[in-house]
């Protein structure tokens, strides 16, 4: 059984789904011909066959902060959250941490 691909890309700034395709492009092995939607990402991560570095790991988990495109609700967040239901990927979304080293809260203390 081969090991857990993990994509840390924490820290790193994800405001649209272009930034997102952009940051796992790399890690991920995407060839220049992948669609960058939520249904080509789907079958990259679930059915296989389009990326080999995926291809040779078991799963796929990508750690993101709640910032940027994942600390709002909206439709292109749920569909690529949506993307990664399946026994194959998991997307973890972290609290993110302030530079001094504390939980980062809006102006809202939330």
């Known amino acids: 059984m081969a090991e857990d691909l993990v994509v840390d890309l924490r820290g ?3 405001e649209t789904l272009d930034d ?3 940051a796992v492009s790399g890690p991920c092995g995407l060839p220049a011909w992948f669609g960058r ?3 080509a990402w ?3 991560i679930q059915a296989r066959g389009i990326s ?3 291809d040779r790991h078991d799963v796929l988990v990508v750690h993101v902060d709640r ?3 994942f600390a ?3 439709y292109d967040a749920r569909a690529l959250r949506e993307a990664f239901a399946g026994r194959r990927s998991r997307l973890v979304v972290h609290q993110p941490v302030a530079v001094d080293g504390g939980d ?3 102006p809202d203390g939330k």
């Open 12 to 14: 790193s700034r994800i």
């Open 20 to 22: 997102f395709w952009d």
């Open 37 to 39: 939607n939520v249904d």
């Open 42 to 44: 789907r079958d990259t």
């Open 52 to 54: 080999e570095v995926i």
């Open 67 to 69: 910032a940027g495109l």
């Open 72 to 74: 709002r609700k909206n």
């Open 104 to 106: 980062a809260k809006g």
